[in-house]
């Protein structure tokens, strides 16, 4: 009598299941930290970062003067946001041992056509709320208050804190969570 022969060669060389611990059940999948555990590990520690910061910051006294909102403030703020969430990236980057260019952060065309649309339907948004909100009369241009260097002077300050938060926004959690969660779980 002859035997059967095998289907295949792999079928009968496969190796015996590894054995898989609780942990890495619940928390791994074949792409590492699963991703709702990767974004909870990103917010927690962007929460730590942000506490040092806006502790660090406020003994500074840099945003208690009290001095109402300006450039600086804001810039500061935002700043302490940006680096808070750069300084989260880098952390996860780390962990799952990938660059901070893959958190959708890479450097070069940090200043591309895609930055200065953002610049253009934002400045846009802005306006058309500000002027719905004229013509609703819950709102008001007023007067120009400033004249001359003064003028100039803001207008510059002002504008470089919102390009700096329109940096903080193009670069911070959303990117990396849209990055971190792009990878699926199971194949």
């Known amino acids: 009598m002859e035997e059967p022969a095998p289907e295949s060669v792999s ?7 590894e054995h898989r611990s609780l942990s890495t059940i619940v928390f791994g999948g074949p792409n590492g930290i ?4 990767r974004l909870l590990l990103f917010l927690s520690i962007a929460a730590v970062f942000l506490l040092i910061l806006g502790s660090f910051l406020y003994r500074l006294g840099r945003l208690s003067h009290g001095g109402g ?6 810039a ?7 680096l808070a969430l750069l300084l989260s990236a880098a952390v996860m ?7 901070l260019a893959d958190y959708a952060m890479p ?10 649309q953002g610049v253009v339907w934002g400045f846009l948004a802005v306006s058309a709320l500000l002027l719905v909100m004229n013509l609703a009369h819950g709102f008001s241009f007023g007067t120009i208050a400033l004249h001359g260097p003064k003028l100039v002077y803001y207008a510059c300050a002002w504008a470089c ?9 193009s670069t911070g959690s959303p990117a990396t969570s849209r990055s971190t969660l792009a990878r699926s779980d199971s194949q």
């Open 11 to 17: 079928e009968t060389l496969q190796p015996p299941p």
């Open 76 to 82: 500061l703020g935002e700043g302490s946001i940006s």
């Open 69 to 74: 909102l300006t450039p600086a403030s804001a």
């Open 34 to 37: 699963r991703a709702g555990w």
């Open 93 to 99: 980057a780390r962990i799952e041992k990938r660059s």
């Open 161 to 169: 804190s919102r390009w700096q938060m329109k940096e903080s926004a």
């Open 107 to 116: 450097a070069r065309g940090a200043l591309g056509r895609q930055f200065w």
